[in-house]
């Protein structure tokens, strides 16, 4: 991995601190079928060999993790309990395993593994692979709503869709954490740019990038009379259902609605994916952060004390992503 030029941050105390004591974090707890948080404290993990331990300073929330797979079951397929959620990150490299050749101090951001605890916790342990230096232009806060967002547009719209340069792209839930940055990829790519939000979010998404933003609350976007390349699909349900008759032949569509996970309808299965870590694509993203054509839009900076209500809740207030924060102090 090449972090020439990445931030060390001077002085920075390693683990060797901290050891001996607990750590701050959030589990899930035994509720079914709609599990919330406990906060605990546990031993920091260790890194094994090819991993590093991250002193964490905000995570990106995600409230559909909890019911998420990996949150309730091993990856051999039994019941998993007290999971720690929060698989994308910004913080710090606080120790390193064996053969991991990256500075301690190093300012990072990435994401970990789904069947891992994750980074609702003051430290977490990922792989050198699923990191990148982070942005500089941005906060730890900023940085956290980035990794599982961003590449999850990108590999929907480039990996999946194919998407080229001056076709029409459908965005369902263009407000929402992971359409604020398909709306913003598919102007790069130099694409005609339609979304589905609410009306309230409509100027803001038109100052993102989008063209045109259908408000779905009061407006059907099959009556645009329009056909589209490609459908990128956050939403599920009826609106993925509808979307078919909206696709051009030879169209492409994606869906990361969860409810793809379980659909008898093999195109919505078929089009239905799960991000993955890629370095090289952060490193992309991270390049087109700093140079200011990407922007990660926070909905909210939540405090940690506050993890379990801000998972829990249903409310929309804004667009893009809600991030905890939770920096160790000093």
Not at 310 to 323: L, P, R, T
Request: with cysteine; net charge negative; glycine share 8%.
């Amino acid at each position: 991995m090449n972090f020439a030029g990445a931030r060390i941050l001077a002085g920075y105390r390693s683990r060797v601190i901290f050891q001996g004591t607990k750590m701050k974090v959030w589990q899930c707890d035994a509720v079914r079928p709609r599990p919330g948080l406990v906060q605990s404290n546990l031993k920091p993990p260790t890194p094994g060999p090819g991993e590093l331990l991250i002193q964490i300073h905000a995570a990106g929330i995600t409230p559909t993790e909890l019911l998420w797979y990996p949150t309730t079951h091993t990856a051999s397929g039994e019941p998993r309990q007290n999971a720690v959620p929060g698989h994308e990150f910004s913080g710090v490299v606080a120790e390193v395993g064996k053969d991991v050749d990256i500075a301690v101090g190093l300012e990072v951001y990435g994401v970990n593994d789904w069947f891992a605890d994750g980074a609702f916790a003051e430290f977490c342990c990922t792989l050198p692979t699923s990191i990148a230096a982070k942005p500089e232009t941005l906060t730890h806060e900023q940085a956290a709503a980035v990794p599982i967002s961003a590449l999850t547009a990108w590999q929907g719209l480039f990996d999946r869709c194919k998407l080229l340069a001056g076709e029409r792209v459908l965005i369902h839930g263009g407000s929402g954490a992971v359409g604020v940055f398909a709306i913003q990829l598919a102007k790069w790519r130099n694409a005609h740019v339609t979304t589905t939000a609410a009306s309230r979010n409509r100027e803001f998404l038109l100052n993102l990038g989008a063209q045109t933003v259908v408000d779905y609350q009061n407006e059907r976007f099959q009556d645009l009379g329009q056909e589209f390349d490609v459908i990128f699909d956050a939403v599920g349900g009826e609106t993925l259902t509808a979307s078919w008759e909206v696709l051009r032949p030879n169209g492409r569509l994606v869906t990361i609605a969860a409810s793809g996970e379980v659909e008898t309808d093999e195109r919505n299965k078929r089009a239905f994916f799960i991000v993955e870590p890629n370095q090289s694509q952060l490193l992309r993203i991270t390049s087109l952060i700093d140079s200011g054509t990407l922007k990660p839009v926070v909905q909210a900076e939540i405090p940690f004390e506050q993890a379990a209500a801000a998972i829990s809740s249903n409310a929309k207030q804004g667009c893009g992503k809600s991030v905890l924060c939770v920096a160790r102090d000093a």
